[in-house]
C-alpha cells in the first residue's frame, strides 16, 4: 500500500514533539509539480542549472529547449551540435555532461522509465556515473521527481542547519554525524528532510511556510 505525503507526515510528527511542533508551525507539505519534459527533462535542467544564478540558468536552459524541436528526448539533445549547445550558452563541460546523460539512458546505464520499480540506492548508484551528476543532485531528482519518500540528504547544509534549530544543537553536525539520526524516522526520512528546510524559513511565532 502506498503512503501519501499527509499520512507520511503524520507517521513522522508521532515520532518526536520537536518535529511534531514544527510540522504544525509549518504546516503540510505538497508534491512539487514535475518538469514538464518527464525525468530525463529534470535531468537535463538539473546539470544545466548547476552553478548558475537563476536568470543566467533560466535562460541558458530556455535556449536549450528552444533549440529541440519537439519532445525533449536524449536522441533529441545528441542531435544537437557543439555549436548549437554554446549558442544557448553551456559550458564545454555542461555539453559534455548532457551528451554523457543522454548517451547513458540510451545504452540503459540510466533506466528513467523503469526508476520507479528500483530500490532508491540503485538509482543513485547509476545517476552518479553520469558526468555533472553527484549524489544531491540525484537525492533531489529522487524526492522531487520521483517523489519517493525515504530520502535522507545528509550533505545538504540546509538540512543540516535545520535538524540543528529542530533539535536546539549547539553547533551543526557533518553529514556523517546526522546519518544516522534519521533512522527513527525511516521510511519516511524526505518528510524529515524537507520539514528541516521548513525550519531554516521559519521565525519564532511564524506559523506557517510555503513548502510547496
Same mark, same amino acid.
Given at each position: 500500500?502506498?503512503?501519501?505525503?499527509?499520512?507520511?507526515?503524520?507517521?513522522?510528527?508521532?515520532?518526536? @514533539?520537536?518535529?511534531?511542533? %514544527?510540522?504544525?508551525?509549518? &504546516?503540510?507539505?505538497?508534491?512539487?509539480?514535475?518538469?514538464?519534459?518527464?525525468?530525463?527533462?529534470?535531468? %537535463? =535542467?538539473?546539470?544545466?542549472?548547476? $552553478?548558475? !544564478?537563476?536568470? !543566467?540558468?533560466?535562460?541558458i536552459?530556455?535556449?536549450?529547449?528552444?533549440?529541440?524541436?519537439?519532445?525533449?528526448?536524449?536522441?533529441?539533445?545528441?542531435?544537437?551540435?557543439?555549436?548549437?549547445m554554446?549558442?544557448?550558452?553551456? !559550458?564545454?563541460?555542461?555539453?559534455?555532461?548532457?551528451?554523457?546523460?543522454?548517451?547513458?539512458?540510451?545504452?540503459?546505464?540510466?533506466?528513467?522509465?523503469?526508476?520507479?520499480?528500483?530500490?532508491?540506492?540503485?538509482?543513485?548508484?547509476?545517476?552518479?556515473?553520469?558526468?555533472?551528476?553527484?549524489?544531491?543532485?540525484? /537525492?533531489?531528482?529522487?524526492?522531487?521527481?520521483?517523489? =519517493?519518500?525515504?530520502?535522507? @540528504?545528509?550533505?545538504?547544509? &540546509?538540512?543540516? $542547519? &535545520?535538524?540543528? $534549530?529542530?533539535? $536546539?544543537?549547539?553547533? %551543526?553536525p557533518?553529514?556523517?554525524?546526522? /546519518?544516522? /539520526? &534519521?533512522?527513527?524516522?525511516?521510511?519516511?526520512r524526505?518528510?524529515?528532510?524537507r520539514?528541516?528546510?521548513?525550519?531554516?524559513?521559519?521565525?519564532?511565532?511564524?506559523? !506557517? %511556510?510555503?513548502?510547496?
Amino acid at each position: 500500500m502506498t503512503v501519501g505525503l499527509a499520512e507520511a507526515t503524520d507517521r513522522v510528527a508521532a515520532v518526536d @514533539p520537536a518535529l511534531a511542533d %514544527v510540522i504544525r508551525r509549518a &504546516g503540510p507539505i505538497h508534491h512539487r509539480k514535475r518538469d514538464p519534459d518527464g525525468p530525463f527533462g529534470a535531468l %537535463v =535542467r538539473a546539470i544545466t542549472f548547476q $552553478q548558475l !544564478s537563476g536568470r !543566467s540558468a533560466i535562460a541558458i536552459h530556455g535556449r536549450l529547449r528552444a533549440s529541440v524541436d519537439g519532445p525533449l528526448t536524449p536522441e533529441a539533445l545528441l542531435a544537437l551540435s557543439d555549436a548549437q549547445m554554446r549558442a544557448a550558452g553551456l !559550458s564545454g563541460a555542461k555539453t559534455a555532461a548532457l551528451r554523457d546523460l543522454a548517451t547513458k539512458v540510451l545504452d540503459g546505464t540510466v533506466v528513467l522509465k523503469a526508476g520507479a520499480r528500483m530500490p532508491d540506492d540503485e538509482i543513485m548508484g547509476r545517476l552518479v556515473t553520469v558526468r555533472g551528476i553527484g549524489p544531491w543532485t540525484a /537525492e533531489m531528482f529522487l524526492i522531487f521527481e520521483l517523489r =519517493r519518500l525515504d530520502v535522507w @540528504p545528509v550533505d545538504d547544509l &540546509g538540512v543540516r $542547519q &535545520g535538524f540543528t $534549530q529542530i533539535w $536546539q544543537r549547539d553547533e %551543526v553536525p557533518t553529514p556523517k554525524q546526522l /546519518e544516522p /539520526e &534519521g533512522e527513527r524516522f525511516r521510511p519516511y526520512r524526505t518528510v524529515l528532510a524537507r520539514y528541516c528546510w521548513a525550519a531554516t524559513a521559519l521565525e519564532p511565532g511564524d506559523t !506557517s %511556510v510555503d513548502l510547496r
